[in-house]
């Protein structure tokens, strides 16, 4: 019996000593973007809506974070993993347009990764961003909704939008001590029956 209980803690202590933490996700704000008036960001930044708009004779309605044009852009953290974010794109009846977005090094304008969808749809995109080039500090990051023809009725949600970072393994020593205290206090107990028992 003893023999059991002290590999079973054995085992518990080492799977906790060395757990690992998941991926850390850094939300991006969409209050830092330049929005053309037919565009609602939320108070939270958590979420906009891209709509045409007939009044602004727009061709293109832009949702943009562009250090080149100003924007803060998005910092690259250490261990970047992912870019990624939630869509939903209703292309209006009869309406021949297009949502486009881009992740770009924004002292290049290199396309790092794009996205273009003409039809009405949603997802969730994520891009790998692992094996981008060491040196880039700054993404920028840029919706489109393009209108091509006389008809305003099409409209995109973007929301969730977040970077990953990859986990480390790290030691948890706040569940080592919890542990090793249930540990001594059963001990303890089991000493003492057995020193009452004899």
């Given at each position: 019996?003893?023999?059991?209980?002290?590999?079973?803690?054995?085992?518990?202590?080492?799977?906790?000593?060395?757990?690992?933490?998941?991926?850390?996700?850094?939300?991006?704000?969409?209050?830092?973007?330049?929005?053309?008036?037919?565009?609602?960001?939320?108070?939270?930044?958590?979420?906009?809506?891209?709509?045409?708009?007939?009044?602004?004779?727009?061709?293109?309605?832009?949702?943009?974070?562009?250090?080149?044009?100003?924007?803060?852009?998005?910092?690259?953290?250490?261990?970047l993993l992912s870019l990624n974010f939630d869509y939903n794109?209703?292309?209006?009846?009869?309406?021949?347009?297009?949502?486009?977005?881009?992740?770009?090094?924004?002292?290049?304008?290199?396309?790092?990764?794009?996205?273009?969808?003409?039809?009405?749809?949603?997802?969730?995109?994520?891009?790998?961003?692992?094996?981008?080039?060491?040196?880039?500090?700054?993404?920028?990051?840029?919706?489109?909704?393009?209108?091509?023809?006389?008809?305003?009725?099409?409209?995109?949600?973007?929301?969730?939008?977040?970077?990953?970072?990859?986990?480390?393994?790290?030691?948890?020593?706040?569940?080592?001590?919890?542990?090793?205290?249930?540990?001594?206090?059963?001990?303890?107990?089991?000493?003492?029956?057995?020193?009452?028992?004899?």
């Amino acid at each position: 019996m003893n023999k059991r209980i002290s590999k079973l803690l054995l085992f518990a202590l080492v799977l906790f000593s060395f757990s690992t933490v998941s991926a850390a996700i850094i939300p991006i704000d969409l209050n830092d973007f330049y929005a053309d008036p037919s565009v609602d960001v939320a108070l939270d930044g958590s979420w906009a809506t891209m709509y045409e708009d007939s009044f602004l004779g727009y061709d293109v309605i832009y949702l943009s974070n562009d250090p080149g044009m100003g924007d803060p852009g998005i910092e690259v953290p250490a261990d970047l993993l992912s870019l990624n974010f939630d869509y939903n794109y209703s292309e209006g009846t009869g309406n021949s347009d297009m949502f486009y977005a881009w992740v770009f090094d924004p002292d290049t304008y290199t396309v790092i990764d794009e996205l273009w969808i003409e039809d009405s749809d949603s997802g969730t995109i994520s891009w790998d961003l692992s094996g981008i080039d060491p040196g880039i500090t700054l993404l920028g990051l840029e919706f489109q909704l393009n209108s091509w023809d006389a008809l305003y009725e099409s409209c995109v949600e973007i929301s969730n939008v977040h970077v990953e970072t990859s986990p480390a393994p790290v030691p948890e020593p706040c569940t080592m001590i919890l542990l090793c205290s249930a540990l001594a206090g059963m001990l303890g107990i089991r000493m003492r029956k057995s020193f009452k028992a004899s």
